[in-house]
């Protein structure tokens, strides 16, 4: 049973913690809840979006559909609500049902966070079909892969009972090439797509019925042949060109992000460290969702053979090996991480199986931050920096691999330090870099002419 009226009624000018239950262990979590929030125009906005939808909802019976009704209603003259509401609603109880779990008032299932998907779609009536589908997924060396991939093909086999063979080169053509409605983008009228989006699609659609041409069945004739027995739609579609994406960052971009992340707050000393990380280290946006156990104190042994104490971290490498690895952790990533860890007061409580880089608001988090979130703070910071809206955290990967070349690295030491399968994926980190003129003339000049002159 819940207590007080909608928000409306509030005196928002003297805010205080109102009596949203007459539960006291959901009315104490709600007053942490309240209480952890950075500022009072936050409390004001959260309590604008719980108190209307505790009012008429149990919090132990709430579903993910009352979340989602709630969050698509509106009494508002424009008829719909809009997708920026739409998102707050739902974080809002998403965060406020986070901590009721911590706090272990709510054992469901958060009903303000989706269920989660499944691995492999149903896409097909046809077992082998199916079938070819699943171990086609399976194949597929990364998530991000898997999920990209996946999305494109529920969108392109929409009828069960056609099989992929009897799909043409011209629907084929056609849906890559179509634009698609967006709720986010272009006030939801169709999103006409990139170069980047056609050849993606056209990869996912290849990369399938380039699989299903080897996929073996048994026949009627009780002999294996390939389920794929026409020639794929995809063949004749070719790769578009596409411009290069903006993904440099020089010593003014870089002293220009840095200079609007704050020096006070402890969002601020965490992205500082965070994006420290980032540039030091020259990792991938997943590769660096550290735990506190994946940083250990290590003895190095540096080229003389001389030993010295560090630090290493592991990381999941996120490229075609994907397992886990050890580098040295600099010294100048280590101290940023102490000096955040302490001015946050978490360096006596933080547990092993804890996130480094975590959330601060509503509450102090356990779960590193999501690739998503990392992302959307960037963005911030970039665009205060008044920064190309292009940068993206991938930018810090290109910066170290260009300084590594500027400071006297080889493109071999450059190519293991990054990960990368081979140079050629190095090179073009690096090919801004090189010119076309020929900068080891005067070296060799001064090396052979006193022996041409010699002969």
Not at 118 to 142: G, I, M, N, T
Not at 315 to 326: C, D, L, P, V
Not at 341 to 350: N, Q
Not at 393 to 407: G, I, K, T
């Amino acid at each position: 049973m819940l207590c007080g009226d909608s928000e409306r009624s509030y005196p928002l000018a003297n805010l205080r913690i109102p009596p949203l239950f007459s539960n006291p262990a959901w009315q104490e979590c709600f007053e942490q809840f309240f209480e952890s929030l950075p500022s009072h125009a936050e409390q004001i906005a959260h309590l604008r979006r719980l108190a209307p939808f505790f009012q008429d909802h149990d919090p132990e019976v709430v579903t993910q559909d009352d979340v989602e009704a709630y969050c698509r209603e509106t009494i508002s003259y424009h008829g719909k609500v809009s997708i920026g509401t739409e998102k707050r609603r739902r974080a809002a109880i998403r965060a406020f049902y986070d901590l009721a779990i911590k706090n272990r008032c709510f054992a469901g299932p958060n009903p303000a966070r989706p269920p989660d998907k499944p691995k492999v779609p149903h896409l097909f009536a046809d077992e082998q079909w199916q079938a070819c589908l699943v171990a086609w997924v399976e194949q597929l060396r990364s998530d991000e892969t898997r999920s990209s991939y996946c999305n494109i093909l529920m969108r392109f086999f929409l009828d069960p009972d056609r099989t992929p063979d009897l799909y043409t080169r011209q629907e084929t053509e056609r849906f890559i090439r179509s634009a698609h409605a967006s709720k986010v983008h272009n006030h939801g009228e169709p999103v006409e797509p990139s170069a980047q989006t056609r050849n993606l699609r056209r990869s996912a659609l290849a990369s399938f019925y380039e699989y299903c041409a080897g996929y073996q069945i048994v026949g009627d004739d009780k002999r294996l042949h390939a389920l794929l027995q026409t020639p794929p739609p995809t063949k004749g579609i070719r790769t578009e060109q596409t411009a290069p994406a903006h993904r440099l960052l020089s010593e003014s971009d870089l002293q220009a992000l840095f200079s609007v992340i704050p020096q006070t707050t402890a969002q601020g000393i965490r992205d500082r460290s965070l994006f420290t990380a980032y540039l030091y280290l020259g990792r991938r946006n997943r590769e660096l969702r550290l735990l506190w156990q994946d940083i250990e104190p290590y003895t190095f042994t540096d080229e003389k053979g001389q030993s010295y104490q560090g630090h290493r971290y592991r990381y999941h490498a996120k490229g075609k090996g994907q397992r886990w690895q050890y580098a040295e952790l600099s010294p100048q990533v280590w101290d940023s991480i102490l000096w955040y860890l302490i001015a946050t007061d978490r360096l006596s409580s933080i547990q092993p199986t804890d996130g480094v880089f975590v959330r601060h608001a509503p509450f102090v988090g356990k779960e590193p931050l999501s690739s998503s979130t990392i992302r959307h703070i960037l963005k911030k910071y970039a665009m205060a920096a008044n920064l190309d809206p292009s940068i993206c955290v991938h930018s810090f990967r290109h910066a170290n691999a260009q300084w590594r070349y500027r400071c006297g690295q080889g493109l071999m030491e450059i190519c293991k330090a990054m990960g990368h399968s081979h140079v050629g994926i190095t090179h073009i980190y690096l090919q801004s870099l090189i010119g076309e003129q020929d900068t080891a003339i005067p070296a060799l000049t001064a090396k052979f002419r006193p022996l041409l002159e010699v002969m």
